[in-house]
């Protein structure tokens, strides 16, 4: 399979009050096509801020990003917005709390200048499995689960490539975990998505990721097939300890699998 | 009336138009929920009313004078209200006064706080520069004491209703800039603003269509607050001479004219000031009630 989406040599920096803050250091990366690749560490390692600067949230202070072999513009322009999009954290920030679930799905449309937005809305919305007369309710009427599906289906408008997923689910209780990684791994096989997933949760990284690359300090410390994985076969120390501080969680969810 | 009622309370919409009803109509349920507001609402349309149907609740000319009846008391068959210096019916004055306070202050609102929640959202959402820019020059505008900037400004431009309007709105945005940019720091950061940039919208959507809507319930707050001001200051204005020219029946007007005889012919004055004092009032309670109205989330499940 080809890489899809490769990330050369990137860093990131932040400068703030005279102060420089190194959040990534030359980290690289290569994305196969419709696999999901998982980022793990712990908070503070860059995991996020990674997702952030494909997006051109955050600065690239070095390295190159490119999708199919072609270089991603700066700034990231509207072709780039249909290829590639992110499904946030807090589903509870990600929705616009003034916007009904029908102006948050259609507005991608609206700035696409696509048209039939009235279908598209209500396919969307029965995509993500939600009944079609939430159409017209605002966030705060959703639970975590129903906003985190609705900010899927936002995702899901422009038909995108590559969707990047940033703590999906850890925002949401245990239960509701499961249904939306259930959903996200059922979008995936039916849209033929690429997944970029970051998640400190290995029991998450184990259910939905192929590959993944532990991080420490913005830095890349190793990275680690699915078998290894399940064989606890890491090099590192760090990913050692990383994988043994969830392994009871891990471990109970692998005897469920 | 019941389908009617049902349709709009549908929880399930069919249609965008039939769920924007719907939300107008559970807006207008909230206002009626609450007695001051509704009492506001109440005294704003009477104003309208007023100033729309003049002629047919005006008892006599404003303009006519009759020497021979100057200073008549209230209760004087004919003038309820009274009597001016020039034997001008106070009562009829008042109601045609409420087209020119309606025309200032409609003219004060379309553009003050349009000005000024543009500026401030400008500045919040790009930063840098741009803010440092634009909230020094609003620092500037702030630093003046509005009436004085007013002053400033008619006695530059001259008397008249039009120039006593943008003396006002150009004395009165900077606080809708100051609160919009405050909000504006609060919203630009947050995820949501950050998804719809990812899916290429341009700055102008993102201000107009998500920034801006976060911003205007305080604004709206703010700008009921100030209309009683607004009022004032033209009724300031005009008391100064420098906003609406006699013989006009602007209200500010009429109090500065029967300031000669406060002492002895009280009403010419004090009628005028009620009419001001009522209005203010109106407009704040409506404001209050408003607040509640314009949040959806407010509302009740």
Same mark, same amino acid.
């Given at each position: 399979? #080809?890489?899809?989406?490769?990330?050369?040599?990137?860093?990131?920096t932040?400068?703030?009050?005279?102060?420089?803050?190194?959040?990534?250091?030359?980290?690289?990366?290569?994305?196969?096509?419709?696999?999901?690749?998982?980022?793990?560490?712990?908070?503070g %390692?860059?995991?996020?801020?990674?997702?952030?600067?494909?997006?051109?949230?955050?600065? &690239? %202070?070095?390295?190159?990003?490119?999708i199919?072999?072609?270089?991603?513009?700066? #700034?990231?322009?509207?072709?780039?917005?249909?290829?590639?999009?992110?499904?946030?954290?807090?589903?509870?920030?990600?929705?616009?709390p003034?916007?009904?679930?029908?102006?948050?799905?259609?507005? #991608?449309?609206?700035?696409?200048g696509?048209?039939?937005?009235?279908?598209?809305?209500?396919?969307?919305?029965?995509?993500?499995?939600? #009944?079609?007369n939430?159409?017209?309710?605002?966030?705060?009427?959703l639970?975590?689960g129903?906003?985190?599906?609705?900010?899927?289906?936002?995702?899901?408008?422009?038909?995108?490539?590559? &969707?990047l997923?940033?703590?999906?689910?850890?925002?949401?209780?245990?239960?509701?975990?499961?249904?939306?990684?259930?959903?996200?791994?059922?979008?995936?096989?039916?849209?033929?998505?690429?997944?970029?997933?970051?998640?400190?949760?290995? =029991?998450?990284?184990?259910?939905?990721?192929?590959?993944?690359?532990?991080?420490?300090?913005?830095?890349?410390?190793?990275?680690?097939?699915?078998?290894?994985?399940?064989?606890?076969? &890491?090099?590192?120390?760090? =990913?050692?300890?990383?994988f043994? =501080? %969830?392994?009871?969680?891990? &471990?109970?969810?692998?005897?469920?699998? | 009336?019941?389908?009617? @009622?049902?349709?709009?309370?549908?929880?399930n919409?069919?249609?965008?138009?039939?769920?924007r009803?719907?939300?107008?109509?559970?807006?207008?349920?909230?206002?009626?929920?609450?007695?001051? !507001?509704?009492?506001g609402?109440? +005294?704003?349309?009477?104003?309208?009313?007023?100033?729309?149907f003049?002629?047919?609740?005006?008892?006599?000319?404003?303009?006519?004078?009759?020497?021979?009846?100057?200073?008549?008391?209230?209760?004087?068959?004919?003038?309820?209200l009274?009597?001016?210096?020039?034997?001008?019916?106070?009562?009829?004055r008042?109601?045609?006064?409420?087209?020119?306070?309606l025309?200032?202050? $409609?003219?004060?609102?379309?553009?003050?706080?349009?000005l000024?929640?543009? +500026?401030?959202?400008?500045?919040?959402y790009?930063?840098?520069?741009?803010?440092?820019?634009?909230?020094?020059?609003?620092? +500037?505008?702030?630093?003046?004491?509005?009436l004085?900037?007013?002053?400033?400004?008619?006695?530059?431009?001259g008397?008249?209703?039009?120039?006593?309007?943008?003396?006002?709105?150009? @004395?009165?945005?900077?606080?809708?800039?100051?609160?919009?940019? !405050?909000? @504006?720091?609060?919203?630009?950061t947050s995820?949501?603003?950050?998804?719809?940039?990812?899916?290429?919208?341009?700055?102008g959507?993102?201000?107009?269509?998500?920034?801006?809507?976060?911003?205007?319930?305080?604004?709206?707050?703010?700008? $009921?607050?100030?209309?009683?001001?607004?009022?004032?200051i033209?009724?300031?204005?005009?008391?100064?001479?420098?906003g609406?020219?006699?013989?006009?029946?602007?209200?500010?007007?009429?109090?500065?004219?029967?300031?000669?005889?406060?002492?002895?012919?009280?009403?010419?004055?004090?009628?005028?000031?009620?009419? +001001?004092?009522?209005?203010?009032?109106?407009f704040?309670?409506?404001?209050?009630?408003?607040?509640?109205?314009?949040?959806?989330?407010?509302?009740?499940?």
């Amino acid at each position: 399979m #080809p890489e899809f989406l490769e990330i050369d040599d990137l860093s990131v920096t932040f400068t703030g009050q005279g102060r420089e803050v190194q959040a990534v250091r030359n980290v690289s990366l290569k994305v196969r096509e419709r696999e999901s690749y998982g980022l793990v560490g712990e908070s503070g %390692s860059g995991k996020s801020t990674i997702l952030r600067a494909i997006c051109g949230l955050a600065p &690239m %202070s070095g390295g190159a990003i490119r999708i199919g072999g072609v270089p991603v513009p700066t #700034p990231r322009g509207r072709a780039f917005s249909a290829q590639v999009q992110m499904v946030f954290q807090d589903p509870y920030a990600s929705l616009h709390p003034r916007h009904t679930i029908d102006r948050t799905l259609s507005e #991608p449309l609206a700035i696409h200048g696509l048209r039939g937005s009235d279908d598209r809305v209500i396919r969307a919305l029965k995509d993500v499995g939600l #009944p079609a007369n939430f159409r017209f309710r605002y966030p705060h009427q959703l639970s975590g689960g129903q906003r985190q599906r609705v900010a899927i289906a936002r995702a899901l408008m422009l038909k995108p490539k590559i &969707m990047l997923l940033d703590e999906p689910t850890s925002a949401l209780d245990a239960s509701v975990q499961a249904e939306v990684l259930n959903l996200l791994t059922s979008l995936r096989d039916e849209h033929g998505l690429t997944f970029l997933m970051v998640s400190h949760d290995l =029991a998450v990284i184990d259910h939905m990721c192929d590959r993944i690359l532990v991080m420490q300090n913005g830095a890349a410390v190793e990275e680690l097939s699915r078998e290894d994985l399940a064989a606890a076969r &890491m090099k590192t120390e760090y =990913a050692r300890s990383l994988f043994e =501080a %969830s392994a009871d969680r891990f &471990m109970e969810q692998g005897l469920q699998g | 009336m019941t389908t009617l @009622t049902a349709w709009l309370t549908d929880p399930n919409p069919k249609s965008r138009r039939q769920a924007r009803l719907g939300q107008a109509w559970l807006a207008w349920l909230r206002l009626r929920r609450n007695p001051p !507001a509704v009492s506001g609402a109440l +005294i704003v349309l009477v104003l309208l009313a007023l100033a729309a149907f003049a002629p047919l609740f005006a008892t006599h000319d404003p303009f006519v004078q009759n020497l021979s009846q100057r200073l008549l008391p209230p209760g004087t068959p004919g003038h309820w209200l009274g009597t001016d210096d020039f034997g001008r019916d106070i009562w009829s004055r008042i109601v045609y006064g409420a087209r020119i306070t309606l025309y200032i202050v $409609t003219l004060v609102v379309v553009t003050a706080p349009v000005l000024g929640l543009l +500026i401030g959202t400008i500045a919040g959402y790009f930063g840098g520069w741009v803010d440092l820019v634009l909230m020094r020059l609003t620092d +500037i505008f702030l630093a003046f004491p509005r009436l004085i900037l007013a002053l400033a400004l008619v006695a530059v431009l001259g008397p008249g209703i039009i120039n006593a309007v943008l003396a006002i709105a150009l @004395t009165a945005w900077p606080p809708y800039a100051r609160v919009a940019r !405050a909000e @504006t720091l609060t919203v630009r950061t947050s995820d949501y603003i950050a998804a719809v940039r990812l899916q290429g919208a341009g700055a102008g959507r993102i201000i107009w269509g998500h920034v801006v809507p976060m911003c205007l319930p305080s604004v709206i707050i703010r700008v $009921t607050l100030d209309m009683a001001g607004v009022i004032l200051i033209a009724a300031g204005l005009g008391f100064l001479g420098l906003g609406v020219q006699p013989p006009l029946p602007e209200w500010g007007l009429m109090i500065a004219s029967g300031r000669k005889f406060l002492f002895e012919q009280w009403w010419v004055a004090t009628m005028p000031g009620l009419a +001001i004092f009522t209005v203010s009032l109106g407009f704040n309670l409506l404001g209050d009630g408003l607040r509640d109205v314009l949040d959806p989330r407010s509302e009740s499940r």
